[in-house]
């Protein structure tokens, strides 16, 4: 199905990739999924090295956009990769599109190895089952088909089934019909499995990028309160 493949490439194959390295901006370790590590081309131009497989000397920072942009406008890449650099200004939204591309792009293959599932019914049944780690909505869908998903996530929670159901939103109904080859799809249900686990390290890791978090499983304006939860089953 491809995603031994897939992790095989995703994993680092030096001990830069391995060990915890300083953030540029704060100076603190951080582990190095919690990093973005960056390049400079041979013309000088910044590069996001996801992969962290790129050569040369790398510069890392914190996975957010914030302190990427912090980065930029404290001049810390060409200090850190002693040359000069370019590039730079738009350096924030190309690491957003790259993590975007990244998951938009696996959807494909998790969908293919039965660890994605699209559509409301399928969605609430695989979470009420607990076979769900996470689920997506799109970012313009109805709060009304959010609201019933949320019930069936703290269903799964109140039975057993899950420690948790994280929910993200990160892409709209567009961008994610493209994904899938058309149609609308506002609701997905990421599965157990090696496909699934490497689907979700990329919606935390955007998540996280932009500052967001997934919705809670209570007190969130957006979904139903406990009692309507009740009410609902």
């Known amino acids: 199905m491809g995603t031994d493949e897939e ?5 680092p194959a030096d001990d830069e990739a391995r060990n915890p390295r300083t953030c540029i901006v704060s100076r603190k370790a951080f582990e190095p999924d919690e990093l973005i590590r960056f390049v400079a081309a041979p013309d000088g131009t910044l590069v996001a090295d996801l992969r962290r497989k790129l050569p040369g000397r790398g510069a890392h920072v914190e996975m957010r956009r914030s302190v990427v942009e912090q980065a930029v406008k404290r001049k810390l890449f060409a200090r850190a990769l ?17 993590l975007a591309r990244q998951i938009l792009s696996f959807f494909g293959m998790a969908r293919k190895a039965g ?15 607990g076979a769900a780690l ?9 709060e009304d088909g959010i609201r019933k998903i949320a019930n069936a996530r703290r ?7 899950a420690d948790e159901v994280p929910a993200f939103r990160l892409f709209t109904v567009d961008e994610m019909g493209l994904a899938f080859g058309g149609g609308n799809v506002i609701h997905a249900a990421v599965l157990a499995g090696e496909a699934g686990a490497a689907l979700l390290r990329r919606l ?23 009692d309507e939860a009740v009410a609902s089953d």
């Open 7 to 11: 992790t095989k490439r995703e994993a």
């Open 82 to 98: 002693k040359r000069e650099v370019a590039g730079a200004e738009a350096l924030a939204d190309q690491v957003d599109e790259q």
């Open 115 to 129: 660890q994605l599932v699209v559509g409301a019914t399928k969605v609430d049944a695989a979470v009420r089952a």
């Open 134 to 142: 996470a689920v997506l909505h799109a970012i313009d869908g109805a």
């Open 155 to 161: 269903a799964a929670v109140a039975m057993g089934l």
């Open 204 to 226: 935390q890791a955007l998540s996280n990028y932009r500052g967001e978090h997934p919705t809670a499983m209570a007190g969130d304006a957006n979904e139903a309160t406990p």
